[in-house]
């Protein structure tokens, strides 16, 4: 009798969710008919409104890009907390390899400057020469020019 | 291949959050919980626990398991506090601007109040078929009983639903 009731009731929300067929539904009315209290619940379902549009539909993804981005920066947050300190020491490495290769090279060369200015050489010179060893020096010129008048 | 995991499941919290918090709106209506702090816990849960995640059921009815079982605990800690009490209609709100009509709001306003006063499982079982969308064996999965027994939770929910809607006079 029991096991019959929640038959029955498990078929009326077939009935609510319009998956019976015609003759499935002529077949559940007669069987409502010993079970008067559950053929009122019957009724009183299918007069129920669809509840389906009750809440709108779902809103576009662009509208929770601010609930979206905080619950990814939660994981990433996580995720960091939970690296070794190796992979930490990775991270930060490549992340800021860059900036670090820039600074380093700044330094050398601040130190390369001083001592180049410390004990001057004439390498500059040199290396003009290598490349263009025709190219006359307006300078040189100059000097000669005041060579020959000191011996004159 | 748990990093793989990882990275999808990073990949669809775009997709599965709107639809989500449409579910649990429904879900917490009249509440004083946040649907988007509970969000965002859930997924975070989900993640540190992603390990257990064994892809018979979908993430989506993973992740809803999850939200419900952040809430239900959070109506004991608030039971704790003070006792559920009714929620005034005016607390349910419609941002939709779909009812216009002053009478049709009024019975939107009344029905959700009706689905909020159910108690709390055939309440999830009605918003996850009826508002959500989802199968009788989805419903199964995330409430852990048969279901059989879903649809007869099913029944109980609806005609408890009718007798609130009759007091309203609806």
Redo the contacts between chains.
Sequence with gaps: MELKRLQLERKIIDAADGALTSEEMRQLKAELQDYPDLLSDFHDIMKQPDLSALYGSADEKSNFKNQISNIQHAINQYEFQNKSFEEVSLIWFRKYAIAASIAVLAVTSVFRIESVSEHQTDSEYLISEIFYPNLESEADDYMIYLEELSTQ | MDKDIRKKF?QE???L???L??AL??YL?GSALDP?DI??EA??KA??NIGRFQGNSTLYTWLYSIARNICIDEFRKQKKESGRSSVPVEEHRI??D?FKHRDERD??LE??KA?SELPELLRTI?IM???D?LSYPEIAEVTGINE?TV??R???A??E???L??NYSM
């Design positions: 990073q919290i775009p997709n959050y709107p639809r918090h449409r709106s429904a209506s988007e969000l965002q997924f975070l993640y540190k941002e939709s779909e019975d939107i029905l959700r689905i009605v078929k009826s508002v969308g059989q649809k007869n099913m029944f109980r609806r005609k639903l009718a007798q809607m009759k």
